[in-house]
């Protein structure tokens, strides 16, 4: 490539992630700066960190997602920052996309990826997650995330943005107990928002929403032409919701015996 890159500093928040840790390095080679800010992992992921010289690995206790990316992005050295997940791949036609986008001049601060979707290595189509699409790259000074969404964080972008049109590829669940596992903690969390928030759970919340929730992924977005896999994911995606109004309730109940 001809035209000249700016230089790029990679940033991954991970938590016991030695499925994917060095795959995701491997991948991201091509950045500038790697920078791992890890939340005290258990698992085996600083010790696979330490076969790559050119990570820099930082052991930060997790407060919340927000916090945690917040923290990287300030200690990134470069212009533009890659934010992406251990189990987030970028594919060769994403990355040369990325590198034209940046090698052009022009006034976007801010790209959304698409995400393809794998369960258990066999790609999702619709299931609600064909549409999906979350910032990635970032000028820096330009963009932080949301301090009150403490999950399922939100980037706030202080200028021009555009949606890539290659897609990234993401591992997100291995089987069901694995989805399960990431809805429970994922509902949690936003319960916590809530909770600290003053909503509380009504009847509704445990009924219509995961509901709702079930039949417009599995219908209007099409859940069922993804088969078993299809009727599982939106089976638990609505568990999620279900589950996250029953921590809030569990939340407040505590606080009232206290």
Not at 3 to 8: C, G
Not at 9 to 32: R, W
Not at 116 to 137: A, C, H, M, P, W
Not at 186 to 214: C, M, S, V
């Amino acid at each position: 490539m001809n035209q000249k890159v700016p230089k790029i500093t990679a940033l991954l928040i991970t938590y016991n992630e030695e499925q994917h840790i060095v795959d995701v390095i491997n991948n991201i080679k091509f950045a500038d700066e790697i920078i791992v800010v890890d939340g005290l992992s258990t698992d085996k992921t600083p010790s696979l960190l330490k076969r790559f010289p050119e990570v820099t690995l930082i052991s930060r206790p997790f407060k919340n997602f927000a916090d945690q990316r917040n923290y990287a992005i300030a200690q990134a050295k470069n212009e533009w920052i890659l934010f992406i997940d251990a189990d987030e791949r970028i594919p060769d036609a994403l990355k040369n996309e990325m590198f034209e986008a940046l090698s052009k001049p022009n006034s976007t601060v801010a790209y959304m990826f698409k995400r393809r979707f794998y369960f258990n290595k066999e790609v999702i189509r619709f299931s609600g997650l064909q549409s999906d699409t979350t910032y990635r790259l970032f000028k820096r000074g330009y963009a932080s995330y949301d301090k009150d969404k403490i999950v399922h964080e939100s980037l706030v972008v202080n200028g021009k943005s555009r949606i890539l049109k290659s897609r990234m590829t993401h591992y997100c669940f291995t089987n069901n107990a694995n989805y399960k596992r990431k809805m429970e903690y994922y509902a949690t969390l936003k319960a916590q928002e809530l909770f600290d928030q003053g909503k509380k759970a009504n009847i509704l919340h445990f009924i219509f929403r995961p509901t709702y929730k079930f039949l417009k992924n599995y219908l209007v977005r099409l859940g069922i032409l993804d088969g078993k896999k299809g009727l599982d994911i939106c089976y638990l995606t609505a568990y999620g919701v279900w589950y996250r109004y029953k921590q809030l309730k569990a939340m407040h109940l505590k606080q009232e015996l206290a």
